[in-house]
């Protein structure tokens, strides 16, 4: 085995323990890293600890850059890696940094806060150590749309409501404008209540109730719409099923850890060459 | 093909490609409009940029004068489309800008505010570009009764409870009249917590605790009765199922798992090729 | 037929007309009298339109002791009614007033608001007039357990997080003691959330932020049991199924609208009487 | 029946009359002293029943201390029930006043809190009671994992979102660091809504909008989860249906449209009497 092929082996498969090892050593990293950027802005401690935060800054971004520049050299195609979510995360983890040792001259406060934003998506390279995220993210794919036209409905109901309350209310009672009195309503409607705008008339009072009651009662909608989604791919969170019905009576429905037909007894599961009861 | 059919295809049809591309421009004429509208409404941007929004409303009320009179000649039935939903959207959408015309000698605040509140109706055009809007509208409505009975149910509780709560804290408290003790009550138990009232007394606090809890436990009631009544109709927001229907007296609807019509008792699932129970 | 057995068809029996007629009149008495309630109790209204109020008061009054006096000589057993929970409801709402009599002589806040706070209970007249009311109330009862349990375990975890942020922020921060910790522990939990206290220190806020998750996490565990409740009893809203199976094979799951099993094709519902589709 | 296996019996099964009166009496025990700790926190209170919360707190530790005891001597493996949950517990509730006796001679404030807390432990050992508490638990423990990965998810989230939004507002509107940002998200998302910190420009505005929507809409995923596990489980919180076992295999958990075992094909259903499809 070539060297390239076991950087390859250690870097891309946690199966081998030095890939294992690599991986904790890994999560640990982008950890403590995400944990020092969430520090190093509040103003006290970056006031009292600005060297170790300097350092600790210069060392996680030598080994990411080594991490990068490991991975790009050792994939079977690098352009592809590159290009692909997980490569493009690793770039943006890295480049932040360098990014600011050319504005290291003129380090305005903008700049500053902008590149402490950018590194902060480093915390996406946690997602290459959970098989569930990525199974949670195709499960929220698979409702995306209802949860799209959804919020599409919300949005609109909020943008009449918005102008009915601005016409009620006026700029008088913190209504200022149609865009803050559609900022009202999505904090109305959604639950959130912050309380910085609330209505001051009986009947914007009376229809603030009717958008409490209204948000209140139609979030019963998409969780439905989703269990139900769920409940026809019969899965929960994983991917879709694929065929799973009797050879003999072409039923479906079958539960994963089924092995006969619930309907006529026929065994299940021969045909796709994986047995029934394995998925 | 007649210049009418021509027009009335491309207006009432989006199959074809003139009408893909008006369904375009229009979406677009139509996102400007309101977006017109929410910023014209912002005191600093309505001083600086008044000419603009002048001559852009003269413009979207135009476009949406001639597409309202083109759909009204080509229609089949003119009368019939006046009176449909889209009809009557279409007509509110451009009323407010003729109206205002005739107000423009004195424009007071509040019927400026008026004018502008109706105009935003014109996001109510968006409703005919997406069919998923149409079912989620529908979805809804068989959903309507539960929701409705469900929040004449919490609407009594709140009174009751806003009553004790007037009771209980009196005016000294915030909780001057019963309208204002409901109306907290609302505010409290769909969570949304604005804060600007908020119980004093140990009794009240108490109180308070059991409405949120009260709250927070029975929200789960109308999203059971929704997948519930979402799971018998088999449809979440996606299109019904075509082919499933009985040969014998063309029902749909049965379960995934039905070998009979539930109706005639014929067997299912032979004619489309595809046996009932691979759905 | 007696004038006793008319006025009894009419008043427990909405099916003829003087009784459909008589309901309406009742409805509309309701509503006006809670809404006179409400009202009253706003301290620039009731100055204003006392007299109105009063009178009106007097005229509600004597209208539902006419209706209790005619419900109870008519029943055809009075004591029965009396105690039922609609009789109790009837005597509840005309109490206050005649207590109101009594008091007269020394009208103080406190007795006032006692008074107005009791008479808001004739709202609960109104569930009389709701089937679906009725079959909420059950399907609440069938979930009551669970959503108490469910109550009851949140409760517990208030105390001890409370207990927690009583120790971490101190009265200093406005937790001035277990009870008030543990009320700002369920406005957080149930995502309330007042504002009225908030956490100051960096520990409270990370505690506060661990609160807030779980609240929001755990929501979702009363719904899937009322859903599991639900769909284990094929319902909704209504009462539980009684034996609806297949005459033949034995099978139940039937939808409330099947004629024929949807296993065997036999024709449902003829056991108990009652047809399957009626139901 | 010596001694020891009488108190045995009645100290760990409720099913002998004594055992209940004893449930009973330690049921009425636990919620007094933990109603006394939380009173006993409130300072005025405090201030005038000292020395009957003192004493009432020695007796309470006696009388905990002593079922302690007997637990402990007359348990099977007192090794075992020392170090099972409900035994920790009972420690639990007795240790702090102990701890409290050695530290009177410097009652800081800060130990008198953490004593306090501490002392509130006790209300875990009405778990005891609950056997609908356990199912609870068992039923948070199975969607533990779904609602664990919902969570991480939100926390990446939130993490990405407070950047973001402390990039765009900055310190002078309140976002005066990282966490503080994230602190914010998560009162957002959760839809708590202090509204302590709330976002002042209009590109904050838009940014806490999405947020808002995005909490709103995703809280139906972990509902989603959690219903189809019920669901897959077939148990919500109620007991384990007991009789439907094939009368071959011995497995249960078939669906209740299910004619033949799904594990091994056997016709179900005719052992207990009653029809597979009756359940």
Same mark, same amino acid.
Request: hydrophobic content about 50%; aromatic content about 12%; charged content about 15%.
């Given at each position: 085995?070539?060297?390239?092929?076991?950087?390859?082996?250690?870097?891309?498969?946690s199966?081998?323990?030095?890939?294992?090892?690599?991986?904790l050593v @890994?999560?640990?990293?982008?950890l #403590?890293?995400?944990?020092?950027?969430?520090l190093? $802005?509040?103003?006290?401690?970056?006031?009292d600890?600005? #060297?170790?935060?300097g350092w $600790?800054?210069?060392?996680?971004?030598?080994? /990411?850059?080594?991490?990068?520049?490991?991975? @790009?050299?050792t #994939?079977?195609?690098?352009?592809?890696?590159?290009? =692909? /979510?997980?490569?493009?995360?690793? @770039?943006?983890?890295?480049?932040?940094?360098?990014? *600011?040792?050319?504005?290291?001259?003129f380090p305005?406060l903008s700049?500053?806060?902008?590149?402490?934003?950018?590194?902060?998506?480093r915390?996406l390279?946690?997602?290459r150590?959970?098989?569930?995220?990525?199974?949670?993210?195709?499960?929220l794919k698979s409702s995306?749309?209802k949860?799209?036209?959804?919020?599409? /409905?919300?949005?609109? @109901?909020?943008?009449?409501?918005? $102008?009915l309350?601005?016409?009620?209310?006026? =700029?008088?009672?913190?209504?200022? $404008?149609?865009p803050?009195s559609?900022?009202?309503?999505?904090v109305?409607?959604?639950t959130?209540?912050?309380?910085d705008?609330?209505p001051?008339?009986?009947?914007?009072?009376?229809?603030?109730?009717?958008?409490?009651?209204?948000?209140?009662?139609?979030i019963?909608?998409?969780?439905?719409a989703?269990?139900?989604?769920?409940?026809?791919?019969?899965? *929960?969170?994983?991917?879709?099923?694929?065929g799973h019905?009797c050879?003999?009576?072409?039923?479906s429905g079958h539960?994963?850890?089924?092995?006969?037909?619930?309907y006529?007894?026929?065994?299940?599961?021969?045909?796709?060459?994986?047995?029934?009861?394995?998925?």
């Open positions: 085995m070539s060297l390239q092929t076991l950087f390859r082996e250690t870097l891309f498969n199966e081998t323990l030095l890939g294992r090892v690599l991986e @890994l999560l640990v990293c982008i #403590a890293s995400v944990l020092e950027s969430l190093d $802005s509040v103003p006290t401690l970056h006031q600890y600005q #060297a170790f935060f $600790s800054e210069y060392g996680f971004t030598f080994l /990411f850059t080594l991490e990068y520049g490991l991975r @790009l050299g #994939a079977e195609r690098p352009f592809r890696y590159a290009l =692909s /979510f997980f490569g493009l995360i690793d @770039l943006v983890a890295i480049l932040p940094s360098f990014l *600011g040792l050319f504005v290291i001259g305005s700049v500053f806060r902008a590149l402490r934003f950018l590194r902060i998506f915390i390279k946690l997602l150590f959970s098989e569930e995220a990525k199974e949670l993210l195709v499960s995306f749309r949860i799209t036209v959804f919020l599409g /409905f919300v949005l609109i @109901l909020t943008v009449i409501i918005g $102008s309350m601005y016409f009620v209310e006026g =700029s008088e009672h913190g209504f200022s $404008s149609i803050q559609v900022y009202w309503t999505i109305t409607m959604t959130v209540g912050y309380g705008i609330a001051q008339t009986a009947l914007g009072k009376l229809l603030a109730s009717a958008v409490m009651l209204l948000g209140y009662g139609i019963a909608v998409p969780t439905g989703i269990v139900q989604g769920l409940s026809q791919s019969r899965l *929960g969170f994983g991917p879709p099923s694929l019905c050879p003999n009576c072409r039923a539960d994963a850890d089924a092995n006969h037909c619930k006529c007894g026929t065994l299940l599961g021969q045909e796709s060459g994986l047995p029934g009861g394995d998925r």
